[in-house]
């Protein structure tokens, strides 16, 4: 009797992997570079609370409320609509022995936790800066104005270091991460940084005014052990040559710049979805004066909870976000993160108006409120997916940096129009129904979006459009 032809039995199947560009993960494989960028992000979103700890360094250093919102929000904004395309389009660019990502964290890193620890001297310094200014003969400033202009420099080169670490570390994710995986990834990726945010506030925040050099270089170097980790352990695959350099220099690289990222309607409308969905952002800063008893002679009354039952109200809505972040990628990967994103944007805006009509007290508001952040925490853990997915991956920090330019025009534009439209109609209530109308516009957006998406080819079919021809060509 004749052996059957072993040569002609089917092979084992091997072990599964997963690939993004010419990176090759097994399963173990991809956990870990998972796990370093999660890593990655938790320490990332502690650093970039120190932020919001920059209006009270101000105030503490005796800036009035104009300085505070000039030096705090306006300068930041106009560094990023001005910087953020310098720095997209060195990163896309550049081709190193570590990639072309890892090398813009490796140099941004020391200068930002250097910024970090001058910032919190802001106080000492101050008074060493007057004392030099006085025995130069310069007059006699205040030990006050010499610290916020100490924290106005170190702010400065801090924003443009940061620069850096923001949009490259957002790029190496799209780098490293397969597709396949991205939604599950996302999600973890929001829910870890929430909890990065929820510990600097829980367990930095309070030590912040009386012991502020410590708790600004303390978090300056845990980011910087924690990013070479990254740079360390993270590791990126070839790249295909970059694009050839727009002729003209400078002015025809900026050009290029331009007509590359606004020409496409496709992209426009991608980024018509940003501008909406970030000015509806700015009404939420009013929520507090609803809230609480801060209401003002001539307008309609608030709920007059205290402060401190407020913050706990608020402290839930990102609580309950945070399981969201976790359930949502398995949903994304499955259904797609565009049509996850479009059911949490719907859901976002019903939820702005259900606050608007049915928050009579803590209760309701708590109830109300917590829905709402469930809902874009949904929309959030979709979008972050839906970039490296409809963002053409050559030019990927380019586009990146110009999305991140429309998000800062609308924070830019929304403050004075919702300014004044709550003065005009007296109600803080109102801020709900503002937040409502701009993530319905958003919604719109996202709609014409997803319709031109599903003309390009949808699930099975999408290629990024070319940004360089013309939309009939693509």
């Given at each position: 009797m004749s052996l059957p032809d072993s040569s002609a039995a089917p092979a084992a199947p091997g072990p599964k992997t997963y690939r993004v560009g010419t990176l090759t993960y097994t399963r173990y494989g991809l956990l870990q570079v998972m796990f370093w960028m999660l890593w990655g992000d938790f320490f990332f979103q502690l650093m970039e609370s120190m932020q919001t700890v920059t209006p009270?360094?101000?105030?503490?250093?005796?800036?009035?409320?104009?300085?505070?919102?000039?030096?705090?929000?306006?300068?930041?904004?106009?560094?990023?609509?001005?910087?953020?395309?310098?720095?997209?389009?060195?990163?896309?660019?550049?081709?190193?022995?570590?990639?072309?990502?890892?090398?813009?964290?490796?140099?941004?890193?020391?200068?930002?936790?250097?910024?970090?620890?001058?910032?919190?001297?802001?106080?000492?310094?101050?008074?060493?800066?007057?004392?030099?200014?006085?025995?130069?003969?310069?007059?006699?400033?205040?030990?006050?104005?010499?610290?916020?202009?100490?924290?106005?420099?170190w702010l400065v080169i801090f924003l443009l270091f940061n620069a850096y670490i923001v949009q490259v570390f957002a790029c190496l994710i799209a780098d490293v991460i397969p597709q396949e995986v991205m939604g599950k990834f996302?999600?973890?990726?929001?829910?870890?940084?929430?909890?990065?945010?929820?510990?600097?506030?829980?367990?930095?925040?309070?030590?912040?005014?009386?012991?502020?050099?410590?708790?600004?270089?303390?978090?300056?170097?845990?980011?910087?052990?924690?990013?070479?980790?990254?740079?360390?352990?993270?590791?990126?695959?070839d790249y295909p040559p970059p694009p050839p350099r727009a002729p003209g220099g400078r002015l025809g690289a900026i050009r290029e710049y331009f007509v590359t990222s606004f020409r496409h309607p496709f992209y426009l409308n991608y980024f018509a979805v940003t501008f909406f969905y970030w000015a509806s952002l700015v009404p939420l800063n009013y929520v507090a004066f609803f809230g609480t008893q801060a209401g003002r002679a001539g307008y309609a009354p608030t709920l007059g909870l205290s402060l401190q039952a407020f913050g706990e109200v608020k402290g839930w809505t990102f609580i309950v976000q945070i399981p969201v972040f976790f359930i949502v990628g398995v949903f994304v990967d499955r259904f797609h993160p565009m049509r996850v994103a479009v059911i949490g944007m719907l859901l976002t805006a019903a939820t702005y108006f259900g606050c608007f009509f049915l928050v009579h007290d803590k209760d309701s508001l708590l109830f109300w409120w917590c829905l709402n952040q469930v809902a874009i925490a949904t929309f959030l853990g979709a979008a972050t997916a839906m970039s490296p997915q409809l963002l053409p991956r050559e030019r990927y920090g380019q586009f990146v940096s110009a999305n991140l330019i429309f998000g800062m025009v609308g924070l830019v534009i929304a403050p004075p129009v919702v300014g004044g439209l709550l003065q005009w109609v007296a109600d803080y209530r109102y801020a709900f129904a503002f937040c409502g109308v701009l993530t319905s516009l958003s919604l719109a957006a996202l709609l014409l979006l997803q319709a031109q998406w599903q003309r390009l080819g949808g699930v099975k079919g999408f290629v990024p459009p070319d940004p360089a021809l013309p939309a009939a060509r693509s």
């Amino acid at each position: 009797m004749s052996l059957p032809d072993s040569s002609a039995a089917p092979a084992a199947p091997g072990p599964k992997t997963y690939r993004v560009g010419t990176l090759t993960y097994t399963r173990y494989g991809l956990l870990q570079v998972m796990f370093w960028m999660l890593w990655g992000d938790f320490f990332f979103q502690l650093m970039e609370s120190m932020q919001t700890v920059t209006p009270l360094l101000l105030r503490w250093n005796g800036a009035s409320d104009t300085v505070i919102g000039l030096v705090g929000g306006s300068l930041s904004s106009a560094l990023a609509f001005f910087w953020y395309p310098v720095v997209a389009t060195q990163s896309d660019r550049h081709r190193s022995r570590l990639g072309r990502r890892r090398p813009f964290l490796l140099w941004g890193t020391p200068p930002v936790v250097l910024s970090l620890a001058f910032l919190g001297a802001a106080k000492p310094a101050g008074a060493w800066l007057q004392r030099g200014l006085v025995m130069l003969g310069a007059g006699t400033p205040s030990a006050n104005a010499c610290a916020v202009a100490w924290i106005s420099v170190w702010l400065v080169i801090f924003l443009l270091f940061n620069a850096y670490i923001v949009q490259v570390f957002a790029c190496l994710i799209a780098d490293v991460i397969p597709q396949e995986v991205m939604g599950k990834f996302t999600g973890l990726y929001r829910a870890v940084g929430a909890v990065g945010s929820l510990a600097f506030s829980r367990w930095a925040l309070g030590w912040a005014e009386a012991y502020t050099v410590h708790v600004y270089v303390i978090i300056g170097l845990i980011f910087a052990v924690a990013f070479i980790i990254i740079i360390w352990n993270v590791k990126e695959g070839d790249y295909p040559p970059p694009p050839p350099r727009a002729p003209g220099g400078r002015l025809g690289a900026i050009r290029e710049y331009f007509v590359t990222s606004f020409r496409h309607p496709f992209y426009l409308n991608y980024f018509a979805v940003t501008f909406f969905y970030w000015a509806s952002l700015v009404p939420l800063n009013y929520v507090a004066f609803f809230g609480t008893q801060a209401g003002r002679a001539g307008y309609a009354p608030t709920l007059g909870l205290s402060l401190q039952a407020f913050g706990e109200v608020k402290g839930w809505t990102f609580i309950v976000q945070i399981p969201v972040f976790f359930i949502v990628g398995v949903f994304v990967d499955r259904f797609h993160p565009m049509r996850v994103a479009v059911i949490g944007m719907l859901l976002t805006a019903a939820t702005y108006f259900g606050c608007f009509f049915l928050v009579h007290d803590k209760d309701s508001l708590l109830f109300w409120w917590c829905l709402n952040q469930v809902a874009i925490a949904t929309f959030l853990g979709a979008a972050t997916a839906m970039s490296p997915q409809l963002l053409p991956r050559e030019r990927y920090g380019q586009f990146v940096s110009a999305n991140l330019i429309f998000g800062m025009v609308g924070l830019v534009i929304a403050p004075p129009v919702v300014g004044g439209l709550l003065q005009w109609v007296a109600d803080y209530r109102y801020a709900f129904a503002f937040c409502g109308v701009l993530t319905s516009l958003s919604l719109a957006a996202l709609l014409l979006l997803q319709a031109q998406w599903q003309r390009l080819g949808g699930v099975k079919g999408f290629v990024p459009p070319d940004p360089a021809l013309p939309a009939a060509r693509s």
